[in-house]
Nanobody, 125 residues
Framework: QVQLVESGGGLVQAGCSLRLSCAASGRAASRNSVGWFRQAPGKEREFVAAISWNFGTTYYADSVKGRFTISRDNTENTVYLQMDGLKPEDTAVYYC??????????????????WGQGTQVTVSS
């Protein structure tokens, strides 16, 4: 089993930046790909970004491409989501999740097994 703990959310103004962290622990945590998803009130959970465990290949939703950057520190088993140029429409609860998969399937919510508890990101206009 893999445990995931997110941190770094908060309230910021539009145009500002935040960095979210996802700390993983448990069996073979370093061999899990990690994805970030978000869910706004009244909306379905949607894919934001993912990074594979083997080659560090990254994937992004079109809505965040060029503004968000996902990275991982394998020595700390931590994945980061650097969010720049935040917009009010980025407001949501952000979740990280782990997957035994690699490749484009990481853009699908069904590819993930373990989930964190979520961290709130609020962007004011």
């Amino acid at each position: 089993q893999v445990q995931l703990v997110e941190s770094g959310g908060g309230l910021v103004q539009a145009g500002c930046s935040l960095r979210l962290s996802c700390a993983a622990s448990g069996r073979a945590a370093s061999r899990n790909s990690v994805g970030w998803f978000r869910q706004a009130p009244g909306k379905e959970r949607e894919f934001v970004a993912a990074i594979s465990w083997n080659f560090g290949t990254t994937y992004y939703a079109d809505s965040v491409k060029g503004r968000f950057t996902i990275s991982r520190d394998n020595t700390e088993n931590t994945v980061y989501l650097q969010m720049d140029g935040l917009k009010p429409e980025d407001t949501a609860v952000y979740y990280c999740a782990s997957s035994w998969n690699t490749g484009r399937v990481l853009q699908s919510i069904s590819a993930y097994t373990y989930w964190g508890q979520g961290t709130q990101v609020t962007v004011s206009s």
